[in-house]
């Protein structure tokens, strides 16, 4: 399991659409920030570069200034526990 947690910089007359376009990445969810153009946003993959590419893919959502990572965390899962999901 690997989580994120990311600041998005959008323009703000921008980040109702920036927040729409970055939802359809898969693992994405956004929590606040969209009125002042500081979208908080956590992502959710099977890997370490999974996740590094999907934030660089962010930079390239027009309206999008910059991303910057502000948590992250990874566990591996054993086989009992993938098992039981």
Not at 1 to 24: F, Q, W, Y
Not at 40 to 65: H, R, S
């Amino acid at each position: 399991m690997n989580i994120c947690s990311a600041i998005v910089h959008a323009k703000p007359e921008m980040a109702g659409v920036v927040r729409t376009d970055l939802e359809r990445f898969p693992g994405v969810e956004i929590h606040g920030g969209v009125e002042e153009g500081k979208l908080i946003v956590t992502l959710e993959g099977e890997n370490d570069d999974a996740l590094a590419d999907t934030m660089a893919e962010f930079n390239d959502v027009t309206g999008v200034i910059n991303t910057v990572m502000i948590y992250h965390y990874c566990a591996e899962e054993s086989a009992d526990e993938e098992v039981s999901k």
